[in-house]
């Protein structure tokens, strides 16, 4: 019999469509997730989130203002993951921490890296302090800061979670991470010389879901059937495939700084007169076929690719997927134990234990830190 061992992770990712919560369960070896819970974002708020992603009158303050209100929310997030352990018989008080990520404003890990010991940046909005106050449990943030200090991309830090949960004595699997942007981690079977390989393959949902909401009011383009309804425009594709961050090297990441609506204005220029569900198409097949290729060069060995987050409910896109990578077998996290939904925020819950026991969370050969480092700021109780 082990003693539980639970910790709770939230997650607000680049699609900004709300926070997740669990309640994890570390004491089995494997994960296990007693509760989940998540909030959906006011819509003024979520138009805030993304105003702040782009630099605009006086921030400063408006980025305090919305890092107290996602701490509200999270709150929120948290009291229904208490109440709902609560019907188990578990107490807040035995809840170690809370992992709170953050919602990413600006990711600009090699910003100044021509300078003299200069690193770049990565900056969540937060206030664990806040967070701290609602819940009376210590919340764990900041877990991407320390990687760029260390030279690192900050980003992607699931990675070594995905290794914990997801790989196989027997064969590479690889897991895509389908949120706002989407990333790939690369599992070599247990014991093999290779290391673990993560990185952002490039736009994951925020595009076709700001297409779709521009469109049809909806905020996603449910089960990819907008998209499977139109056509591909060829010379789109090419155009938007025609960016330089497709062919740079690992370790590398990115985020709504580069894949942007006015990046997408732009190259939607010449294009004026498409029909929007030939757009969104297109769009899909952006994101399947740079998630594609990510695989086929980096996914040799594996037999497997299990896609998460949101993107795993998209059908038409994992039938894309699926068509440009015949060699693996494509399935999604909840065939494998873990809902979609809660992978990443049961990233962050590990990502906090990690924390409190002072061993490393990110992974320097995805990274690109300097070596491994203890990730992430205690807030106490």
């Given at each position: 019999m082990?003693?539980?061992?639970?910790?709770?992770?939230?997650?607000?990712?680049?699609?900004?469509?709300?926070a997740?919560?669990?309640?994890?369960?570390?004491?089995?070896?494997?994960?296990q997730v007693v509760a989940s819970a998540s909030e959906p974002f006011a819509s003024g708020f979520r138009a805030e989130l993304l105003a702040l992603n782009t630099p605009s009158h006086n921030e400063l303050h408006r980025a305090a203002l919305a890092g107290n209100q996602l701490a509200a929310v999270y709150a929120r997030v948290v009291a229904a993951l208490v109440?709902?352990?609560?019907?188990?018989?578990?107490?807040?008080?035995q809840v170690k921490a809370i992992g709170a990520h953050g919602q990413t404003v600006r990711h600009q890990p090699q910003r100044l890296s021509g300078e003299p010991g200069g690193t770049g940046y990565t900056l969540q909005l937060n206030n664990p302090a806040l967070l701290a106050e609602l819940t009376g449990i210590d919340v764990v943030a900041d877990f991407r800061s320390r990687d760029v200090a260390a030279g690192g991309q900050g980003a992607p830090l699931v990675p070594a979670f995905h290794q914990g949960v997801f790989s196989r004595a027997d064969a590479g699997v690889a897991v895509l991470n389908i949120g706002g942007i989407a990333n790939l981690s690369v599992l070599p079977p247990a014991g093999a010389a290779f290391p673990v390989l993560g990185f952002d393959c490039g736009p994951g949902n925020a595009l076709m879901d700001a297409w779709c909401l521009r469109h049809?009011?909806?905020?996603?383009?449910?089960?990819?059937?907008?998209?499977?309804?139109?056509?591909?425009?060829?010379?789109?594709?090419?155009?938007?495939?025609?960016?330089p961050y497709?062919?740079?090297?690992?370790?590398?990441?990115?985020?709504?700084?580069?894949?942007?609506?006015?990046?997408?204005?732009?190259?939607l220029q010449p294009f004026a007169d498409e029909r929007p569900e030939d757009i969104q198409n297109t769009l899909t097949e952006l994101t399947a076929s740079t998630c594609a290729a990510c695989a086929g060069s980096y996914a040799k060995e594996s037999k497997e690719l299990i896609v998460c987050g949101g993107g795993a409910f998209n059908l038409y896109?994992?039938?894309?997927?699926?068509?440009?990578?015949?060699?693996?077998?494509v399935s999604t996290s909840d065939q494998h134990g873990l809902p979609p939904?809660?992978?990443?925020?049961?990233?962050?819950?590990?990502?906090?234990?990690?924390?409190?026991?002072?061993?490393?969370?990110?992974?320097?050969?995805?990274?690109?830190a300097a070596g491994l480092r203890v990730l992430g700021a205690l807030y106490p109780a």
């Amino acid at each position: 019999m082990h003693d539980h061992d639970y910790t709770i992770g939230l997650m607000s990712g680049t699609s900004l469509d709300g926070a997740d919560g669990v309640l994890v369960d570390f004491s089995a070896g494997k994960p296990q997730v007693v509760a989940s819970a998540s909030e959906p974002f006011a819509s003024g708020f979520r138009a805030e989130l993304l105003a702040l992603n782009t630099p605009s009158h006086n921030e400063l303050h408006r980025a305090a203002l919305a890092g107290n209100q996602l701490a509200a929310v999270y709150a929120r997030v948290v009291a229904a993951l208490v109440d709902k352990a609560a019907a188990q018989g578990i107490e807040a008080s035995q809840v170690k921490a809370i992992g709170a990520h953050g919602q990413t404003v600006r990711h600009q890990p090699q910003r100044l890296s021509g300078e003299p010991g200069g690193t770049g940046y990565t900056l969540q909005l937060n206030n664990p302090a806040l967070l701290a106050e609602l819940t009376g449990i210590d919340v764990v943030a900041d877990f991407r800061s320390r990687d760029v200090a260390a030279g690192g991309q900050g980003a992607p830090l699931v990675p070594a979670f995905h290794q914990g949960v997801f790989s196989r004595a027997d064969a590479g699997v690889a897991v895509l991470n389908i949120g706002g942007i989407a990333n790939l981690s690369v599992l070599p079977p247990a014991g093999a010389a290779f290391p673990v390989l993560g990185f952002d393959c490039g736009p994951g949902n925020a595009l076709m879901d700001a297409w779709c909401l521009r469109h049809t009011g909806q905020p996603f383009d449910a089960g990819g059937a907008w998209a499977a309804s139109g056509r591909l425009i060829p010379a789109l594709l090419a155009s938007l495939l025609n960016e330089p961050y497709f062919s740079l090297p690992i370790p590398k990441s990115t985020g709504r700084d580069l894949f942007s609506l006015d990046w997408l204005a732009q190259k939607l220029q010449p294009f004026a007169d498409e029909r929007p569900e030939d757009i969104q198409n297109t769009l899909t097949e952006l994101t399947a076929s740079t998630c594609a290729a990510c695989a086929g060069s980096y996914a040799k060995e594996s037999k497997e690719l299990i896609v998460c987050g949101g993107g795993a409910f998209n059908l038409y896109l994992l039938e894309r997927l699926q068509a440009a990578l015949p060699q693996l077998r494509v399935s999604t996290s909840d065939q494998h134990g873990l809902p979609p939904l809660q992978v990443e925020a049961a990233a962050f819950a590990w990502l906090a234990r990690q924390m409190l026991r002072r061993q490393p969370g990110n992974l320097p050969g995805v990274t690109g830190a300097a070596g491994l480092r203890v990730l992430g700021a205690l807030y106490p109780a």
